[in-house]
C-alpha cells in the first residue's frame, strides 16, 4: 500500500495536466491539419494538442494556441473542447506564474469538469495543487494534492 502511495504521489506531484513532448514533425503534422480545419470540433481539439506541443517549449504560442481553441470551442458550444482547452492553458499559465489567469482558468475547467465529465475533475484539482506550489504556499498545495489522491481513490474499485 505504501508503495502504491509512493508512486500516487509522485504522479500527482509530475501533474496529470503536463505538456507533451512532441517532435517537430509532429507539430508540424499538427499544424498542417489545422489548415484544413477552419471551425470545427477538429479544429478545437488540434487546437488543443498544438498548446500542450509548445507548452514546454514555447508557453506564448501554447497560450496563443489554447486560447484560439477555448474561444472557438465556446463559439461553436463545444463544451469538451472547452474543458480540454481550459485544462491546458490552466497548465502553461502555473508555467508562466501567470496566477490570476491560471486560477481563473482552473477554476473555470473544475466548474465544467463537475458539469459535463466527472472523471475529469482531478486534473482541474491537481493543476490547483501546482498552482499553490509554485506560489509556495505547501499547506494549500498539500490540500489539494490530498483532493486529488482521494478523487482517484474513487476510480479504484475495491
Known amino acids: ?73 465556446r463559439k461553436i458550444d463545444f463544451q469538451i473542447g472547452e474543458l480540454f482547452c481550459l485544462e491546458a492553458t490552466s497548465f502553461v499559465y502555473s508555467l508562466t506564474g501567470s496566477w490570476e ?6 477554476y473555470d475547467a473544475l466548474a465544467l469538469a463537475k458539469k459535463i465529465a466527472t472523471g475529469r475533475e482531478a486534473i482541474s484539482v491537481n493543476t490547483m495543487h501546482l498552482l499553490y506550489d509554485k506560489l509556495g504556499d505547501e499547506k494549500e498545495a498539500f490540500a489539494w494534492m490530498k483532493k486529488t489522491y482521494q478523487l482517484s481513490l474513487s476510480w479504484i474499485q475495491v
Do not use: W
Not at 501533474?15 to 489548415?35: A, E, H, I, P
Not at 478545437?44 to 489554447?66: E, H
Open 1 to 73: 500500500m505504501i508503495t502504491i502511495l509512493l508512486i500516487f504521489i509522485l504522479f500527482i506531484k509530475n501533474g496529470f495536466s503536463q505538456g507533451s513532448v512532441t517532435t517537430q514533425n509532429q507539430r508540424d503534422s499538427l499544424t498542417n491539419q489545422l489548415k484544413a480545419h477552419s471551425s470545427d470540433t477538429s479544429r478545437v481539439m488540434i487546437l488543443y494538442q498544438l498548446c500542450r506541443a509548445y507548452s514546454l517549449i514555447n508557453p506564448a504560442k501554447a497560450i496563443q494556441l489554447g486560447e484560439e481553441g477555448l474561444n472557438l470551442a
Open 101 to 106: 489567469k491560471g486560477f481563473k482558468a482552473t
